[in-house]
């Protein structure tokens, strides 16, 4: 029987992976396609802030962003890069959001010449993901299999019929949600990065309409995640690679001229959005059960989440939208403390805030 079984080895997955290892528990990683076989595979993995005005999202983006560029270069130096990240205003709605980013940021900023768009430059980096998800899975042992079913019974978890766990985390990014909750609704959103060749260089990570990544050996990367339509597990027809090459062609030489351009590579995934954009990070709320628990108000503003009864041991890290590499390691780190120390977690992460909102609704 493993201690802790994660489902699902995408950099949430693997995170809380090797975090849980490191306290010592013995951790099987469940992937239907292998470590980073996701959303994980295909990202640029920029590390980088959120440059919008205020909000809970920018908030927790910018705690992650310095807590993930300290993480990364002490833990896995071998798979970041630091470089300097030029966001560049698409417009003058975002030329203003920028000169207010700038006015009231505690971030450095680092000199840049003058242009007609707004543009912030900061130190940030960029992880190699695949090899950093492989890394941060090794002290696991990988299985490669779907997980189909999740069923507790004499204080155990079973997966699949095969396998014991005491303790599940479902880690599955934008794909089916094994335990159906109806107040757990997650947009997958499918992303497409191109490594191409080219004789332009270009030093630095560039955000603006798409994100380019700075040259080396005459190679750079092109990505974005943008496309609602398209879902791997429900779309009719096939994905577009052609049609997704020359829409992030078009886009960044909307930024930088590209020269003598050939595409060598393509990474496509989904990648997982929130409702409120917020991560989910904690228990499960069991729906059905604390539906019939008469003495809830679920017509509050004020919802006690520690009324609700929950999943047994049983805890999610999902909806990290564009963002997952940035705040994985944060995450993974207040979801370790909650499951050996019961540290709280703060409760605009929590599934639960959902489920409050749904049984709000309810007639
Ligand atoms: C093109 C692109 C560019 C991106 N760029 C960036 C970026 O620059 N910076 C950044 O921080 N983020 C970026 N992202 C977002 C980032 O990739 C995601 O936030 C992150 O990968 C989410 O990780 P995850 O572990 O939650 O999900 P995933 O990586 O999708 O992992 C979920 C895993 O669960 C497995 N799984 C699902 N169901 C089951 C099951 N029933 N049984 C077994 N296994 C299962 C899947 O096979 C998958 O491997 C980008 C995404 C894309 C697509």
Redesign the pocket.
């Known amino acids: 029987m493993y201690e802790i079984a994660i ?7 693997v995170s809380c992976a090797y975090e849980l290892s490191k306290a010592g528990k013995k951790v099987a990683l ?4 292998g470590v ?5 595979g ?6 980088s802030p959120k440059f919008s005005k205020a909000g809970e999202l920018k908030e927790i983006l910018h705690t992650a962003f310095k807590y993930s560029m300290a993480y990364y270069e002490k833990e896995f130096p071998e798979h970041f890069i630091k470089s300097k990240l030029l966001h560049i205003a698409k417009d003058e709605k975002e030329d203003e959001v920028l000169r207010f980013y700038k006015e009231h940021t505690d971030l450095e900023l680092l000199d840049v010449e003058k242009s007609e768009r707004e543009i912030v430059c900061i130190n940030a980096g960029i992880i190699n993901a695949k090899a950093l998800c492989s890394e941060m899975a090794k002290a696991s042992e990988l299985i490669k299999e ?3 079913t999740l069923e507790y019974k004499n204080g155990v978890w079973h997966i699949n019929e095969n396998y014991t766990a005491k303790k599940i985390i479902i ?6 949600q ?1 335990l159906a909750e109806p107040y757990i609704q997650l947009r997958g959103i499918w ?3 191109i490594e191409i060749q080219t004789s332009t260089e270009n030093p630095h990570s560039i955000h603006q309409f798409v ?1 380019i990544s700075p040259s080396k050996d005459g190679k750079l990367a092109i ?3 943008h496309n609602v339509h398209y879902h791997p597990e429900t779309s009719s027809e096939p994905y577009d690679i052609q049609e997704g090459r020359d829409e992030l062609l078009e886009k960044a030489s909307a930024t930088i001229k590209l020269e003598s351009v050939k595409v060598i590579k393509d ?1 496509m ?4 959005g929130s409702f409120d954009y917020m991560p989910l990070v904690g228990s499960l709320v069991l729906s059905q059960e604390t539906l019939q628990n008469k003495s809830i108000h679920f017509q509050t503003k004020k919802p006690n989440f520690n009324e609700y009864s929950y999943y047994p041991n049983l805890t999610m890290i ?1 909806g ?7 705040l994985a390691p944060y995450l993974a780190k207040i979801l370790s403390e909650y499951i050996l120390s019961d540290t709280e977690i703060p409760k605009g992460l929590q599934p639960a805030r959902f489920f409050a909102r749904w049984a709000k609704k309810l007639p």
Do not use: Q
């Open positions: 489902i699902g080895a995408g950099i949430n997955g469940f992937d239907k396609g980073a076989s996701g959303g994980s295909a990202a640029g993995a920029f590390i779907e997980v189909s880690a599955t990014g934008a794909y089916k094994i992303g497409h990065r994100s990505g974005a995640t990474y995934g989904l990648r997982s999902n990290s939208g564009g963002y997952g590499f940035v």
